[in-house]
């Protein structure tokens, strides 16, 4: 069964400021996708990012991008100048790629504080 | 796009009744849904897994005469929580998958916080 971890339970930045979350899994799969959900203190669950394990091109969006490295099973976090709104608990999950599992396997999450 | 709501945000019932919670993609077809809880400062745990016009497939441990899934279109799937206690009281989350991202993102609502007496 795939895994996905977290190991920074809590992270801090200063606004502005640059911040990377981890994040691990595991799988024997060679297809599959990888996400960055934010829930924010509303408790809605936002879609940050995105990453096809086909692509080795790392994804972006905007101030958001990750470093994917396949072979370390490594899915990290960037989030550049940081704001004061990029405040909340961050996930990372896993799901099979075509044919497998729909389901999404979810980190524990990483509460990220942004001081002013 | 990709938008999911869930109806209602919060509830609050007697114990040893039910409580029906609606999940609805707005703006795209989801052939299927997910029923999460989360507990406190808890990641999100997977209940169901719910096909338009078919029996929805309920994660070990899950009891499906409790949670009852019921999801009849491509945009609305309901999940009713019977004979409700305390131990229920929860945040209720459900996701759709399809969208803007591709058939293999899920979007999520917003969630319905439930509270039993």
């Known amino acids: 069964a795939q895994t996905v971890t977290q190991s920074q339970p809590e992270m801090s930045v200063q606004e502005a400021e640059t911040v990377t979350l981890s994040c691990t899994y595991d799988t024997s799969e060679s297809d599959y996708y990888l996400f960055w959900y934010k829930q924010p203190p509303s408790r809605q669950m936002i879609l940050v990012i995105r990453q096809e394990a086909y692509k080795q091109q790392n994804a972006t969006e905007n101030r958001f991008s990750v470093n994917f490295q396949k072979a370390a099973k490594s899915f990290s976090l960037k989030i550049s100048d940081s704001q004061l709104g990029d405040a909340a608990m961050y996930f990372c999950?896993?799901?099979?790629?075509?044919?497998?599992?729909?389901?999404?396997?979810f980190g524990k999450g990483t509460k990220l504080t942004v001081n002013p | 796009g990709a938008v999911v709501s869930q109806h209602p945000s919060w509830v609050i019932c007697k114990s040893g009744t039910s409580v029906k919670i609606e999940c609805r993609s707005l703006?795209?077809?989801?052939?299927?849904m997910f029923w999460y809880r989360q507990f406190p400062k808890q990641s999100l745990m997977l209940m169901a897994t719910?096909?338009?016009?078919?029996?929805?497939?309920?994660e070990q441990g899950v009891e499906k005469d409790k949670f009852l899934i019921n999801h009849a279109s491509l945009t609305l799937s309901t999940l009713t929580v019977t004979s409700a206690h305390p131990e229920d009281s929860s945040f209720y989350i459900c996701?759709?998958?399809?969208?803007?991202?591709?058939?293999?993102?899920?979007?999520f609502g917003p969630g319905t916080r439930l509270t039993v007496l």
């Open positions: 719910s096909n338009e016009g078919s029996k929805a497939t309920y």
């Open positions: 996701s759709a998958r399809g969208g803007g991202g591709g058939a293999d993102t899920q979007y």
């Open positions: 999950a896993y799901r099979s790629g075509w044919g497998g599992s729909e389901k999404l396997v």
């Open positions: 703006d795209f077809q989801a052939t299927t």
